[in-house]
């Protein structure tokens, strides 16, 4: 589906900016609403993207920049998977097409895209925090601007948010956070906060009181329905008198809501109120996760983060590659080894259909552990099963690993516990940016003692690695990239590999080319185009990171002078700064080595075939690199 031109939206087409927006009748808004609506759905049908969180926000975007003065007032999104209809009121509606394309409009806010962008984010946990050194801030520059975070409800259940919760309830400065509660993250929630907040919506108290008042307001003669009517326009604010919100007034702040999210003119008046309050506020909206979309109403866990789509029939556009994906192999091999080995426990950080985890859930729910947006505890947790003779499997991507690094090194590594780490999205990730690339784990993993590091070829290594790390007994992380497999034939056995011995893939005697991961395969296909015009390059499957194959390496640089490490990683520390040291600390001098990675940066968004072929890291990237250096 075509996305539709601006032109065509009779009230979108008037708003250029927030401003705009307070000329507006509450009925044109709930026009807009609808508009922004259909645009965010036609155009991430053709994009991708975070779909079911930014329809569930539409209403509260368009009242939070009705009454607030942004970008004077600050307006900080947490992980900014919500900030679509953000986008499209403060000024970037007619590149909205561009979402998450090269060059276009990132799928988060973004500082240097625009002024209404306040705070770049992209991880869970983060809006309170910021917010609360936002209102310092004002404070010390003796400025009076509003200050407002918009955190949902599975992003409130991660430590930092609790600190800043904790923190900035006690500073008593003049800051609003607006809790998004829609009953559900990537997965559905967990923990005692989650269980707090849903009882504040379905709890009998709350219920039965409601349910008596309405009976008392039909049984008045001749007012009775005329009162039910205006009771209806209250009715969230009845919760307030029965649960005040306990939690976050004893941590210092005032306490509002719960309120109907998509009452644009219930938002605007509270809000309003709200904006002259004092003092830290914590405004509590009640949300629909897809609201608008029938396909991400039903199932907003499918479309969180959804490829392009079919509007019509919601279903995604089928690819050109059969092959699973690394994280199904990850999941149908971790619950085949379960079955056989009932140490194995399976962890994750509220990413279970993210990493694969459905099945294993299902069949060993006593052994699978969702421990909501928490990083950190996923990873002392595990710690303590291994202590305790268990084999923890952590699945968490890369980027959210990091989040974890001091449990790592502490809790896992110092104790050399056998904890395994699920290292899933490792590498390029593509559209979503900057925030969730996957390009540090190998830097920042591998000076630590005593850890494992392997990467897999294809998805078939992928299953023998995985048999290989559940038994033997340390630490060790397994980094595998996002998306489909390369499509070779499973095994129908799963072996364990000699640890730290990597595989000699081709024979050459020009250069030798030392790829790890994803890599090794564009490696394999460029070695044969060199073939062709007479240089022959030897291919390595470094296999593991750590500890490398010194034999392998030391004895491919004593024949081949010249060496070319090929990851997808920052090249920083990574694995051909390994292959470096292990030449230097053994006095080779006579072989040379090249390393293709990522530079000291950032990357961007963009398609993970656009990245590679930038970056050099495809298949015609390492031949021209070879080429020039094999010559």
């Known amino acids: 589906m075509k996305t539709p031109e601006i032109i065509s939206y009779s009230v979108l087409a008037r708003v250029n900016d927030p401003a705009d927006l307070r000329g507006l009748s509450v009925m044109e808004l709930q026009k807009l609403a609808e508009e922004i609506r259909d645009l965010i759905i036609s155009t991430v049908a053709t994009t991708g993207g975070h779909l079911a969180s930014s329809l569930g926000v ?52 973004k500082r240097s895209e625009s002024p209404y962008d306040t705070f770049n984010v992209g991880h869970s946990g983060t809006s309170i925090a910021a917010a609360a050194a936002f209102a310092e801030a004002q404070c010390l520059k003796g400025e009076h601007n509003k200050i407002i975070a918009v955190i949902g409800d599975g992003s409130l259940t991660t430590g930092m948010a609790f600190e800043g919760l904790n923190w900035s309830g006690d500073r008593k400065k003049n800051l609003i956070i607006v809790l998004n509660d829609n009953e559900m993250s990537i997965s559905p929630n967990v923990g005692a906060l989650s269980s707090y907040l849903n009882r504040i919506m379905t709890g009998d108290r709350v219920t039965r009181f409601k349910s008596e008042l309405k009976s008392f307001f039909k049984s008045i003669p001749g007012i009775g329905e005329q009162i039910l009517k205006f009771s209806q326009q209250i009715e969230e604010s009845v919760k307030t008198f029965v649960v005040p919100g306990a939690l976050f007034e004893e ?18 008046k509270n809000f309003e109120n709200v904006k002259n309050l004092e003092g830290p506020v914590l405004v ?83 052994r699978f552990y969702d421990v909501g947006i928490a990083e950190q505890l996923a990873v002392t947790f595990a710690a303590g099963l291994a202590a305790q003779g268990l084999l923890p499997v952590v699945a968490i991507y890369s980027t959210f690993l990091q989040r974890a690094y001091d449990q790592i090194l502490h809790d896992v590594c110092l104790q050399n516990l056998p904890v395994v780490f699920a290292v899933d999205r490792a590498g390029i990730v593509g559209e979503d940016g900057a925030t969730h690339q996957g390009l540090f784990d190998l830097s920042y993993l591998r000076n630590l003692p005593h850890l494992v590091m392997m990467a897999p070829k294809d998805e078939n290594e992928l299953r023998h690695m995985l048999k290989t790390a559940v038994g033997c007994g340390s630490p060790v992380s397994i980094r595998y990239p996002r998306g489909k497999g390369v499509g070779v034939p499973l095994d129908g056995g799963i072996t364990t590999l000699p640890l730290g011995k990597g595989e000699v893939l081709r024979e050459g005697s020009d250069l030798a080319i030392i790829a790890v991961g994803c890599t090794v395969h564009p490696a394999l296909q460029a ?63 006579g072989a040379t080595v ?38």
Not at 352 to 358: A, D, P, S, W
């Open 284 to 366: 509590h909206v009640i949300t629909q996760k897809g609201r608008g979309y029938k396909f991400a109403e039903e199932n907003s866990l499918t479309y969180h983060g959804i490829a392009p789509f079919d509007v019509e029939t919601g279903q995604t556009l089928p690819s050109s590659n059969p092959a699973l994906s690394y994280t199904a192999i990850f999941g149908r091999t971790i619950t085949q080894l379960a079955a056989d080995d009932s140490r194995i426990v399976a962890i994750t950080a509220a990413m279970c259909e993210g990493t694969g985890l459905e099945k294993f859930r299902a069949m060993f729910p006593q």
């Open 527 to 589: 070695a044969q185009k060199l073939a062709d015009e007479g240089i022959g390059a030897k291919v390595i499957n470094a296999r593991f990171i750590k500890p490398l194959d010194a034999e392998l390496i030391l004895n491919t640089a004593a024949s081949i002078k010249k060496i070319l490490t090929v990851e997808e990683n920052v090249l920083d520390g990574g694995f051909g700064s390994a292959v470096l040291e292990l030449l230097a600390e053994n006095g080779v001098t």
């Open 251 to 268: 941590l210092g702040f005032t306490y509002v809501g719960p309120l109907e999210g998509h009452r644009l003119d219930y938002l605007l």
């Open 594 to 631: 090249k390393r293709l990675g990522i530079r000291n940066q950032f990357v961007e968004h963009a398609k993970p075939s656009e990245l590679r072929s930038s970056l050099g890291l495809d298949e015609e990237g390492i031949l021209q690199a070879a080429r020039e250096y094999g010559r």
């Open 58 to 109: 539409v209403e509260l975007t368009i009242a939070l920049h009705y009454v607030f003065n942004t970008p004077q007032d600050r307006l900080i999104w947490d992980v900014g998977h919500q900030s679509y209809a953000h986008k499209i009121v403060t000024g970037r509606k007619e590149k909205f097409a561009t979402l998450r394309q090269r060059g276009g409009l990132s799928g988060f806010p």
